[in-house]
């Protein structure tokens, strides 16, 4: 005679003050992960159209990551609840597999997601990585440690040189960018490998030595934001920081006239505090940078 299939020994089963402590540390776990601000998750909304952009996909990625994760977490509880083992109850419930429409289904839909989310992805990088008409371009330089911001005379295309803004060390740079025009951004290194970083703008790029990358900011906003190089690049990495000034585009032009009148007599100026600065810190002094990078 066949003997009914019964469930393992009860002998080892867990005692209640484990279960009391699990279902604390799940609803420890719930209150921590609330912390997550919603609905910028933790995110910066963004100055930059090409920020806000990168932002909202990130909402996006969060909302579907939360809608999953959560609909996964019920399956699982109720599973475990509907098919716990029950007192006096020693039998094995009725096993099933090879269920094709919901093997088929829980196939399809991952891959669905995937694809949606792979789509959402490449738009919002063609967004970042589109190269518009510039109204303004800024040359970006990096060194150990400080930060060169270069612009051009009026016209962006024109081979004349403009001037030069410095600083490094403790200095802390600013540029200044219009707000609500493009402005393209050559970033380059001129030793190591260096981070240009600007958490409000939700942006980081490398600058590489010998290598020209190439973006653009469309800032939304006036206002001062800060930056600084994410990659460890020697003694000072740590005050390599910098600023963007936004300003009205009027307040631009005004600013970018009175600058380059004033071009020769402030970098004379600044190739000797540039070269004072790098003697002060105890580095070989690096003329190039001292002068400006054209």
Same mark, same amino acid.
């Given at each position: 005679m066949q003997s009914k299939p019964s469930r393992p020994s009860t002998a080892g089963r867990t005692p209640a003050r484990r279960k009391r402590l699990?279902?604390?540390?799940? =609803? #420890?776990?719930? @209150?921590?992960?609330?912390?997550?601000?919603?609905?910028?998750?933790? +995110?910066?909304k963004s100055v930059t159209s090409q920020?806000?952009?990168?932002?909202?996909?990130?909402?996006?990625?969060?909302? =579907? #990551?939360?809608? @999953?994760?959560?609909?996964?977490?019920?399956?699982?509880?109720?599973? +475990?609840?509907?098919?716990?083992a029950r007192k006096g109850d020693e039998s094995l419930p009725r096993q099933t597999q090879y269920h094709l429409p919901l093997e088929v289904t829980y196939t399809v839909i991952p891959i669905i997601i995937v694809i949606a989310l792979f789509a959402a992805t490449v738009v919002v990088e063609n967004k970042v990585t589109a190269e518009p008409p510039p109204a303004t371009l800024i040359k970006v330089y990096a060194f150990q440690w400080g930060w060169q911001f270069t612009y051009p005379s009026r016209d962006f295309a024109s081979p004349t040189p403009g001037f030069s803004i410095r600083g490094q060390t403790t200095q802390n740079p600013e540029m200044?960018?219009?707000?609500?025009?493009?402005?393209?951004?050559?970033?380059q290194s001129v030793d190591v490998v260096h981070g240009f970083y600007v958490r409000q703008f939700n942006f980081s790029r490398y600058a590489l030595p010998g290598v020209q990358n190439f973006f653009t900011f469309n800032a939304q906003t006036t206002g001062t934001f800060f930056g600084q190089c994410t990659?460890?690049?020697?003694?000072?990495?740590?005050?390599?920081?910098?600023?963007?000034?936004?300003?009205?585009?009027?307040?631009?032009?005004?600013?970018?006239?009175?600058?380059?009148?004033?071009?020769?007599?402030?970098?004379?100026?600044a190739q000797n505090q540039a070269i004072r600065a790098q003697l002060d810190a105890g580095v070989p002094v690096k003329p190039d940078i001292g002068s400006g990078v054209k």
């Open positions: 699990g279902v604390l540390g799940l =609803a #420890a776990a719930a @209150i921590l992960l609330s912390g997550c601000t919603e609905p910028n998750f933790g +995110a910066y920020g806000r952009s990168t932002f909202h996909l990130w909402q996006g990625f969060s909302i =579907a #990551a939360v809608i @999953i994760g959560t609909f996964t977490l019920l399956l699982i509880v109720w599973a +475990a609840l509907r098919y716990r200044l960018m219009p707000e609500g025009q493009n402005v393209r951004i050559e970033l990659q460890l690049c020697g003694l000072y990495h740590s005050l390599m920081w910098f600023r963007i000034k936004v300003v009205t585009p009027a307040a631009y032009q005004q600013w970018l006239a009175a600058e380059l009148a004033a071009a020769p007599i402030k970098d004379s100026i």
